[in-house]
């Protein structure tokens, strides 16, 4: 994740999230928009079609995205990495590739998925204080809508340790119009304190409705991510229906911090199965009907 969540609490993180917290809440109101999307060609060595994206739906700031394409893709899937949030995507790619959504990204468009890297908004360095925001689900709502047309697909959420936050909240946030099809949960953040002030309990079980998949490694070490939690939480979330639980084992060798994306916090040596299961409970897992 996670130098974010691999440090102990600390006084400083604390005070920036509060002070993020106050200027939040004496900001102007929120203006939704929907300006044209900017779109840059990005690199061919990928293999497919790649383009850097920035969309436009929350007034004062641009959503920017990688979007990797398969040819025909049977889902979307807008990927949260963990930490501070920043990917460092641009026309060249990434620049921060060891988060295991970021390095497993062109897996998951090998299983036919469509795949949105996101980064922070333009009026951000970091989505430290901001994952559960009404802003943040605003820019989400932008690129959930450009995936719509670029193809008519399920649209999901997938995120990883404090990327999790994000993607559980946004469903919650956009659950009234805009939001996704379904969300993916893996090595959630459980449990928050004043280093990391928000987690996946944040989300309103009344408000996530859609098809929910929570993955994580039964020997995930990292103290805001217990493998002991995430059942609970599963049934906490009783109006995500259909839900399920897939632990994984085994895996290695680890290295590094235990809250790091190469430990079993981040499924080292399980990526390619990993991926894959997600892949096939997205694509077992149709929406259900809107309306």
């Known amino acids: 994740m996670n130098e974010r969540i691999a440090r102990r609490p600390r006084l400083a993180p604390f005070l920036a999230l509060l002070l993020a917290a106050l200027l939040s809440a004496c900001a102007a109101p929120l203006q939704e928009i929907a300006a044209?999307?900017?779109?840059?060609?990005?690199p061919d060595r990928e293999g497919f079609s790649v383009q850097y994206v920035a969309t436009s739906r929350r007034a004062g700031a641009r959503q920017p995205f990688l979007l990797l394409r398969p040819e025909h893709p049977v889902a979307s899937v807008i990927l949260f990495t963990g930490g501070s949030g920043v990917a460092g995507v641009s026309p060249q790619?990434?620049?921060k590739p060891g988060n295991f959504l970021i390095r497993t990204r062109r897996q998951f468009v090998r299983q036919g998925l469509m795949v949105a890297v996101v980064d922070p908004p333009s009026d951000r360095r970091s989505l430290d204080g901001f994952r559960t925001s009404a802003a943040h689900a605003l820019d989400m709502k932008g690129v959930i809508a450009f995936l719509r047309e670029q193809a008519p697909v399920p649209v999901w959420l997938v995120g990883t340790s404090y990327g999790s936050v994000s993607a559980a909240k946004v469903a919650d946030r956009l659950a009234d119009g805009g939001g996704p099809d379904g969300v993916v949960l893996t090595s959630s953040v459980f449990r928050a304190n004043r280093t990391l002030g928000d987690s996946v309990l944040d989300a309103d079980p009344a408000r996530?409705?859609?098809?929910?998949?929570?993955?994580?490694?039964?020997?995930?070490?990292?103290?805001?991510?217990?493998?002991?939690?995430?059942?609970?939480?599963?049934?906490?979330?009783?109006?995500?229906?259909?839900?399920e639980l897939i632990a994984f084992?085994?895996?290695?060798?680890?290295?590094?911090?235990?809250?790091?994306?190469?430990?079993?916090?981040?499924?080292?040596?399980?990526?390619?199965?990993?991926?894959?299961?997600?892949?096939?409970?997205?694509?077992?897992?149709?929406?259900?009907?809107?309306?």
């Open 36 to 42: 044209p999307a900017e779109v840059q060609a990005g």
């Open 93 to 95: 790619g990434v620049s």
């Open 208 to 243: 996530l409705r859609v098809p929910l998949l929570i993955v994580h490694h039964r020997n995930d070490r990292c103290w805001a991510t217990p493998f002991a939690d995430a059942e609970p939480y599963r049934l906490r979330m009783s109006h995500a229906r259909p839900s």
């Open 249 to 291: 084992e085994g895996g290695g060798p680890v290295r590094g911090d235990v809250c790091e994306p190469y430990d079993h916090h981040g499924y080292v040596g399980l990526e390619e199965q990993v991926v894959a299961a997600i892949a096939r409970w997205i694509k077992e897992h149709p929406p259900r009907t809107r309306g």
